[in-house]
């Protein structure tokens, strides 16, 4: 259990999708400090090898751990799931993907056990949903989908545009023919357009967000005797688009968000040293 106050909760994903997990981790702890990076220079991670991605990873927490975190919270599911062991094994805090809490609950939810997963083209061809669910509960039927457009449309902030409906109904309808009762949203920019998507698949498919639940994974790490009267601050961190971000985050945040900064991660930082 991590008891250090004077430390913050660190969470890192490719873009503007992780804040629905930072939106849930804020609810949980309001008296802690929270650094949120965004790595929009390189959004999205998806369509990206393995290798890039990891590295990619590694450069993210290591900012975080720079700025002195206590937890890493990977909330992007392709990272989470080329780089979760990895950056256990090189960093010396508790470090959380998004995959586990979000397979666990669909395996809880579930009344028939077939069970849909959509996600990035990197999410769904590692495999990682399938493997975690199936080895919680061996008799579920698992019916997976890449579907890398709903990113952009999340990054744009055209989620409840017309496009996102059209583009909805072509990647879901041949995964929902198949009698699935569940969907797990396996990405953390998917929840953004979350009422698109109940909306086609309608009310009898339970839909998962793993920012929630990994919100929950969180107090079993952190002792969360909250001091209710004292509000954490937020730090938010980018590597390009500062304004973009602030207005996407603002909207989904559902507050002003003032101060977003850049950093420069890996060659970039070379550069920032010789402009001009």
């Given amino acids: 259990m991590v008891n250090n106050k004077k430390q913050a909760i660190g969470i890192f994903d490719s873009g503007v999708g992780g804040l629905t997990v930072f939106k849930e981790i804020r609810k949980q702890f309001p008296s802690e400090d929270i650094i949120y990076f965004g790595d929009t220079a390189r959004v999205p991670y998806g369509p990206k090898s393995p290798n890039t991605v990891l590295e990619y990873s590694i450069q993210n ?3 975080l751990i720079q700025n002195n975190v206590k937890v890493i919270v990977i909330a992007c599911n392709t990272s989470t799931s080329v780089a979760l062991d990895v950056l256990r094994k090189l960093f010396n805090v508790p470090v959380i993907g998004v995959i586990e809490p979000g397979s666990k609950k669909a395996v809880n939810v579930s009344k028939n056990n077939r069970i849909g997963v959509i996600g990035t083209e990197g999410t769904i061809k590692s495999k990682a949903y399938r493997k975690t669910i199936s080895k919680m509960k061996k ?9 890398p457009l709903f990113v952009s449309l999340a990054e744009e902030g055209w989620e409840n545009h017309e496009v996102a409906s059209i583009v909805t109904k072509e990647y879901l309808s041949e995964i929902v023919k198949n009698e699935i009762d569940t969907l797990v949203l396996g990405c953390t920019h998917y929840p953004i357009l ?38 954490g601050e937020n730090y938010f961190y980018v590597s390009d688009n500062e304004n973009k971000f602030k207005k996407l985050a603002s909207r989904i945040l559902g507050e002003k968000i003032e101060l977003v900064q850049k950093v420069y991660l890996g060659e970039s930082w070379f550069l920032k040293n010789n402009e001009g």
Wanted: proline content about 0%; hydrophobic content about 35%.
């Fill in 194 to 231: 979350k009422d698109t998507i109940q909306k086609f698949v309608g009310k009898k498919i339970t839909l998962v967000d793993s920012a929630v639940e990994i919100s929950k994974s969180l107090k079993e790490i952190i002792n969360n005797d909250q001091n209710t009267n004292v509000n």
């Fill in 61 to 63: 927490a290591r900012f």
């Fill in 139 to 147: 008799d579920s039927i698992i019916f997976e989908k890449s579907c």
